[in-house]
């Protein structure tokens, strides 16, 4: 059970997340589109599960695997955004959300 105040900073990193990405996503992994879907925050704010949607692409581990080398460079720039809300910047855990590809598979099963 997620506490308030880790909704609120979970809201507030999405956002920032997503417009950093936004802006960095051609510095990253070139004209791919990336979006950030959800953001999970441990109970001490300390650490934060980030699923990212990632748009075109053939190889979804080795984009993921060049955003993973990048989280340092994406976590400073979150610092710099969110230095006077946030005390501890968390340290970012970037997963590929599968939440779309699971409801297409579920959708193309029932239409059987």
Same mark, same amino acid.
């Given at each position: 059970?997620? !506490? @308030?105040?880790?909704? +609120?900073? &979970?809201?507030?990193?999405? $956002?920032?997340? =997503?417009?950093?990405?936004? %802006?960095? !996503?051609?510095?990253?992994?070139?004209?791919?589109?990336? =979006?950030? @879907? #959800? /953001?999970?925050?441990s109970p001490d704010l &300390?650490? &934060?599960?980030?699923?990212?949607?990632?748009?075109? /692409?053939?190889?979804?581990?080795d984009a993921l695997n %060049?955003? +993973?080398? $990048?989280?340092?460079? /994406?976590? %400073?720039?979150?610092? /710099?955004?969110?230095?006077?809300?946030?005390?501890?910047?968390?340290?970012?855990?970037?997963?590929? *959300?599968? !939440? &779309?590809?699971? #409801?297409?598979?579920? *959708?193309?099963?029932?239409? %059987?």
């Amino acid at each position: 059970m997620e !506490s @308030t105040r880790q909704k +609120k900073v &979970a809201r507030l990193i999405l $956002k920032e997340l =997503s417009q950093i990405f936004n %802006k960095e !996503s051609n510095n990253i992994l070139g004209p791919i589109m990336i =979006s950030v @879907t #959800a /953001v999970r925050i441990s109970p001490d704010l &300390a650490y &934060a599960n980030v699923y990212l949607s990632i748009f075109p /692409v053939k190889d979804l581990l080795d984009a993921l695997n %060049k955003i +993973k080398k $990048k989280s340092s460079l /994406v976590r %400073k720039k979150l610092g /710099v955004i969110v230095r006077n809300q946030l005390r501890i910047v968390p340290e970012l855990n970037f997963f590929i *959300d599968d !939440s &779309a590809d699971y #409801a297409e598979e579920i *959708d193309l099963l029932l239409k %059987k």
